[in-house]
């Protein structure tokens, strides 16, 4: 199953991080940035099914990249989860563009991510996170990023965050406002 996937998140189990958000948070709409390996899209689709599968909700993925999509696909239609994802060639950054203000309950992010990629993230989609909804941003306990977080004015007026296991980190924010 998902063994085959190649991710260097795979050995800190964020999986079955995204597999659980999707089951406790019960999102009718997740954007993924950065989904060209497919690693995070399928365990997020896979929540998504069975999120569904217990009536709790119908949700769907965007899956954004400007990289080939093909493994991604190949891994979605092996499980029987493409249903689930819509896979979009086209720039993560620019692709808030596509989505109607606080739209989007979860947002991750995988594009090899440094403090300017979640700058660019916040600047260009912050608008379009609903109020109690997340942002989940990997490679979070990277310095730059840390500060970033800890000084950037809209995440400490929007957001309350944490970053969470040791490398390669994902910081989860929280959207506590929409002011």
């Known amino acids: 199953m998902s063994s085959e996937i190649i991710s260097r998140y795979a050995p800190a189990r964020f999986g ?3 597999y659980r958000m999707m089951l ?12 060209e390996s497919g690693y995070s899209t399928y365990w997020m689709a896979r929540g998504i099914r069975k999120t569904e599968e217990l009536g709790r909700a119908f949700g769907h993925i965007d899956a954004y990249d400007i990289g080939s999509l093909e493994q991604a696909q190949k891994i979605l239609e092996r499980d029987n989860l493409q249903t689930y994802v819509s896979l ?12 109607k203000d606080k739209e989007v309950w979860i ?7 440094t403090a300017e990629t979640l700058r660019k993230i916040i600047d260009s989609w912050d608008k379009k996170i609903g109020y109690g909804c997340l942002l989940m941003f990997e490679g ?21 965050y944490g970053t969470y296991f040791d490398w390669p980190g994902l910081a989860v924010l929280l959207k506590k406002t929409n002011d």
Do not use: C, M
């Open 88 to 99: 979009k060639q086209e720039d993560p950054i620019e692709a808030a563009k596509n989505y």
């Open 140 to 160: 979070g306990d990277r310095p730059d990023i840390r500060q970033e977080l800890e000084t950037n004015q809209i995440i400490n007026t929007k957001y309350v």
């Open 24 to 35: 406790s948070w019960h999102p009718t709409l997740v954007v993924d940035l950065g989904a």
């Open 16 to 18: 079955e991080v995204f």
């Open 107 to 113: 947002l991750h992010v995988n594009l090899h991510n």
